[in-house]
């Protein structure tokens, strides 16, 4: 995946954050992911600040993987 390098809308954002997560919260993710114009923005439930640590299944399986595909 090629490193970020403009915001023309071709390159592509993938922001998460835990339904938990006190800093950064799911409102500062869904701000931060606006910057962007091809996004995408997920919560998931359940988890707090390292969704990927505390559900890595869920997290690489059904998000990260959908995104990247």
Same mark, same amino acid.
């Given at each position: $995946?090629? *490193?970020?390098? =403009?915001?023309?809308?071709?390159?592509?954002?993938?922001? =998460? =954050?835990? /339904?938990? @997560?006190?800093? !950064?919260?799911? @409102?500062? *993710?869904?701000?931060?992911? *606006?910057? %962007?114009?091809? +996004?995408?923005? /997920?919560?998931? !439930?359940?988890?707090?600040? %390292? &969704?990927?640590?505390?559900? &890595? /299944?869920? %997290?690489?399986? *059904? +998000?990260? $993987?959908? %995104?990247? =595909?």
């Amino acid at each position: $995946m090629p *490193a970020f390098t =403009s915001c023309d809308g071709t390159d592509l954002a993938y922001r =998460s =954050s835990g /339904e938990g @997560d006190g800093g !950064p919260c799911p @409102d500062l *993710a869904a701000r931060t992911a *606006a910057c %962007f114009p091809n +996004r995408t923005r /997920e919560v998931q !439930p359940g988890a707090g600040h %390292f &969704p990927r640590l505390d559900d &890595p /299944e869920g %997290f690489v399986a *059904a +998000r990260l $993987m959908g %995104f990247l =595909s």
